[in-house]
């Protein structure tokens, strides 16, 4: 069972993030389970969803404690929450900034070993959408850092659910993401 | 207003005897294959006015739909006097929920119809003033707001009598009911701004609103058949004195119906769309005084001497009725 | 057809398969995205031959209902938490006049203090209603209850609610398999109603009913639910003979064969309760879990044979009654009377507190033990609620 964690601010779209996730995971085949962590939907306010993935049908339903992955789509939680809460050794973190590990202070914050990946998702989504919508993006990231679901079940999941013309401003902006996750693999492999 | 051209040959009354009409012209009364929607049997009081207006209305209504009608009724007076169990005096499809509920109840089976392709069958619904103006507020302004296809119909005796005649939002000003007691500083009702149904139900803009009393019966059954020809959400407010509720006796009961129109209190009219466009005039106007001093409900208004203050209050409300709604006249 | 869907949307989408005639609700979180996903169907003309009514509150919904069903249409609607509660009269109407009306229930705490989450106080409180309950595990089930609700409705003329956890069912995404309209029609056949409002043969429906015969009228009413449980077992053995699935029914038990110590729960925390006994089981516990789907009509019975043997069963309620404790309790101990079995009493999840599997496992491994009270509140803070309680003690 793989759990990922995805925190943002309401209106960043971070349960749309989950529901594509999911949907990107059942259309390559195994089990997925999504759900956000349920507030008074407030613009702004810290909002959590939730994605489990499992080759077997997955029953348990607490909101990921330990996960196994961190979507941070908006960096400036993590002077507020303790977002990394949790992060098992060996674990995932992507986030969205345009700043470096450094300059997020990341070493204070992170304790276990972990795969990172930084990424200007928001400047991606505005070059490729024209909207400086993340969540899609942040998606080509995991695929590129997790490779649990390939690029083309996100790409069929944002397809699923968007209309054509969004759709391909999420997917372009997803692979452009990928690459560059796979570049910055490679760079500091 | 139904209006008929007949050849008068009693003079000095206005009584014309229905052998004069034609006979789509006649009450459905008249008719004796006519439904006898509220069938002899039930347990209203001696004089009720509700059981008169009730019977008169679904008869016209089963007229006017050709027998294709369902019934909806609310908690009240006229729901438990006919039907008790196991008997009934119900000749049409009829059901009884809850209180507060019967518009949407009827709308519910308006719905249904609709659902079903079923275009012929019509819906009325009926309550009394507290299932009407009170508790079945909510629910009527709902159906009115989206124009379901339902006729309701309120029978306003004026307190819910059912229970004992405690008092209403339509319990006039200054009657006296068993929580608004003739004693104190103010005896009975107190004046509060009221809840005037027609004209929130004409605020609604629906395709037809109109007051009736069970002094006019024909008035009351070209009423219904003028509201069955029209589709969307209708409403009828009917004026029908309680003997019991009212102090008044049984053989009265349309008596003061009569006086309620003539005084000018109960005005009487129709309106389409949110507009009047017609209006009952008092053919003999009576001060209040003549339709009050008949309720006991209103004695504490003349004993020991007449309340000069609260009589004159009601007469000016009965005035601006009569200007308002242009009750003098042609 | 299997799809990857948000648990509100499936349930849409199945209540539109049995083709209800007439739709009516009023919108309450977290029940909201089943009526938007219906009002949908009906308006782009998916979902033909239903009107979909916007009443002005959950009682005119329930209204609306009463009316519809009364007419011979199949007849549907959702609520939840204060919505139900404000229905109240009418859910009673609606059993009493044997209208086999289909209502979810997106389980939510009742306030005051408001709070929108999930637990099982909202349908709990219409137990004794007349209406039958059936919880939804998960949210295949949850499809899947409904379909299986309007056939036991209509073949027993009574309501049925079907409950599925507010939030964590139905905003949730998982697979499920949803059947087509066509599908459904093979199982489901058209409503005919016992008896309804007809022109051609009129009848009186809720006349008053007085002390010489109300007595009478409520225990054929008693007797009817007790019959209905052969019923929802009947409707749910024909469901797996068409869908191929087991769903649905009066309970099921999971890993209890030679359990020592049972669970016994309802709703979506039976899931997670497997994954926790089957963690104790791998460290060599003897314990398993009985999942309720019927909690109205209660299967005395069944619950009965599933608890056979063992030494103790633990009870997880998400709802509670006040001053008392368990509500579920009741009906198992009166099941389980003269067999033996100790029984035990966790409350847990009120208002949506996350029921933890690390929670569950400490409490568990201590419940073997029996080496917890009678009735548990999980996861309380113990120490606010004790300064709490000194507090208003001293100021009484």
């Known amino acids: 069972m793989f759990q990922v964690r995805i925190h943002g601010r309401g209106g960043q779209g971070v349960v749309t993030a989950a529901e594509l996730l999911a949907v990107a995971v059942f259309d390559g085949g195994k089990h997925a389970q999504a759900f956000p962590s349920f507030g008074s939907e407030r613009t702004g306010a810290p909002v959590v969803a939730y994605c489990r993935i499992s080759d077997h049908e997955i029953r348990a339903r607490e909101p990921i404690m330990e996960p196994d992955v961190l979507i941070i789509q908006d960096a400036s939680l993590i002077k507020q929450i303790d977002v990394f809460a949790g992060l098992q050794p060996r674990g995932y973190v992507i986030i969205n900034s345009a700043e470096t590990a450094e300059e997020l202070q990341l070493a204070d914050k992170i304790k276990v070993p972990h795969s990172l990946a930084i990424l200007p998702a928001t400047e991606l989504a505005l070059t490729h959408l024209g909207r400086p919508v993340p969540n899609a993006v942040l998606l080509g990231a995991f695929s590129a850092l997790t490779g649990v679901v390939p690029l083309e079940a996100v790409a069929s999941a944002i397809n699923e659910k968007f209309k054509p013309k969004i759709a391909a401003g999420n997917v372009a902006a997803a692979t452009a993401a990928y690459e560059y996750v796979m570049n910055q693999v490679a760079t500091h492999a | ?330 | ?396």
Request: overall charge negative.
């Open chain 3, 1 to 396: 057809m299997l799809r990857q869907v948000e648990g509100s949307k499936a349930v849409a989408d199945a209540v539109a398969a049995c083709q209800p005639e007439v739709i009516c609700a009023y919108p309450i979180s977290p029940q909201t995205h089943i009526v938007e996903g219906l009002s949908q169907l009906v308006k782009d003309g998916t979902l033909p031959n239903c009107e979909f009514i916007n009443v002005e509150s959950e009682f005119a919904a329930m209204s609306v209902a009463i009316g519809s069903s009364a007419t011979g249409a199949r007849t549907y609607t959702a609520t939840a938490s204060q919505g139900l509660l404000y229905m109240v009269e009418a859910v009673y109407n609606a059993s009493g006049l044997g209208l086999p009306i289909v209502m979810t229930v997106a389980n939510r705490a009742i306030g005051g203090p408001i709070n929108i989450w999930n637990d099982h106080s909202d349908s709990m409180s219409q137990r004794d209603s007349g209406w039958l309950q059936l919880y939804a595990e998960n949210n295949q089930e949850a499809v899947d209850l409904h379909i299986q609700a309007f056939r036991i409705a209509e073949e027993m003329s009574m309501p049925v609610m079907v409950c599925m956890d507010g939030f964590i069912l139905t905003h949730a995404y998982e697979q499920v398999d949803i059947p087509t309209t066509d599908e459904v029609k093979a199982f489901l056949p058209p409503f005919v109603p016992r008896q309804h409002l007809d022109p051609a043969e009129p009848v009186s429906i809720g006349a008053m009913v007085g002390p010489e015969s109300f007595m009478e009228v409520k225990y054929l009413a008693h007797q009817r639910m007790i019959d209905s449980a052969a019923k929802v077992q009947e409707v749910a053995k024909d469901f797996e003979a068409h869908f191929g699935r087991k769903t649905g029914g009066l309970l099921r038990s999971y890993r209890t064969e030679g359990a020592e110590t049972i669970v016994l729960a309802l709703g979506s925390i039976i899931g997670t309760l497997k994954d926790v006994i089957d963690e104790l089981q791998l460290d060599g516990k003897s314990i398993g879990v009985v999942g309720l789907t019927s909690f109205r009509p209660f299967p005395y019975e069944s619950v009965a044979a599933a608890l056979k043997g063992a030494k103790r069963v633990i009870i997880l309620e998400k709802a509670f009654s006040t001053g008392t404790g368990g509500i579920v309790t009741q009906d198992v101990a009166r099941a389980i009377e003269g067999m033996g079995i100790k029984d035990f009493t966790v409350i847990a999840g009120l208002g949506g507190r996350p029921i933890t599997i690390s929670s569950l496992r400490n409490y568990l491994t201590n419940a073997m033990a029996e080496n917890i009270d009678r009735l548990t509140f999980l996861d309380l803070e113990i120490d606010t609620v004790e300064v709490e309680i000194n507090k208003e003690r001293a100021q009484r």
């Open chain 2, 1 to 330: 207003m139904s209006t008929t051209q007949v050849k008068f040959y009693q003079v000095g009354s206005f009584a014309v005897g229905n052998r004069l009409l034609r006979d789509d012209e006649r009450s459905v009364q008249s008719d004796p294959d006519r439904t006898n929607a509220l069938t002899s049997g039930h347990r209203a009081c001696q004089g009720c006015g509700e059981a008169l207006g009730a019977r008169y209305a679904l008869d016209a209504a089963m007229r006017a739909t050709n027998d294709q009608l369902i019934a909806v009724n609310a908690t009240g007076c006229l729901e438990v006097f006919s039907t008790p169990y196991p008997e009934s005096s119900w000749r049409v499809a009829w059901l009884h929920s809850l209180f507060g509920n019967a518009p949407a109840v009827a709308t519910g089976v308006a719905a249904a119809l609709k659902a079903k392709g079923n275009t012929t069958t019509r819906v009325v619904a009926q309550g009394g003033d507290g299932a009407t103006v009170d508790i079945g507020l909510g629910p009527l302004s709902g159906m009115f707001e989206r124009n379901d296809d339902v006729l309701y119909i309120c029978y306003d005796n004026e307190a819910y009598m059912n229970t004992g005649v405690q008092r209403s939002g339509a319990t006039p000003p200054a009657a006296r009911t068993a929580t608004t007691q003739a004693v104190g500083k103010q005896p009975g009702n107190l004046f509060g701004q009221g809840k005037y149904l027609p004209k929130i139900a004409m605020a609604h803009d629906i395709p037809y609103v109109a007051t009736a009393t069970i002094a006019d019966l024909r008035d009351l059954e070209a009423k219904v058949e003028r509201a069955m020809t029209m589709r969307g959400a209708r409403y009828l407010h009917v004026l029908v004195p309680c003997p019991l509720g009212w102090g008044s006796a049984s053989a009265d009961t349309i008596k003061i119906a009569r006086l309620a129109t003539q005084s000018g209190l109960f005005p009487v009219f129709e309106a389409i769309n949110g507009e009047v466009v017609a209006s009952s005039k008092i053919r003999h106007r009576v001060a209040v005084d003549e339709y009050l001093k008949l309720q006991a409900r209103y004695s504490h208004l003349f004993s020991p001497q007449r309340n000069d203050q609260v009589i004159d209050h009601l007469q000016r409300i009965a005035d601006k009725n009569i200007e308002r709604y242009e009750l003098m006249g042609e």
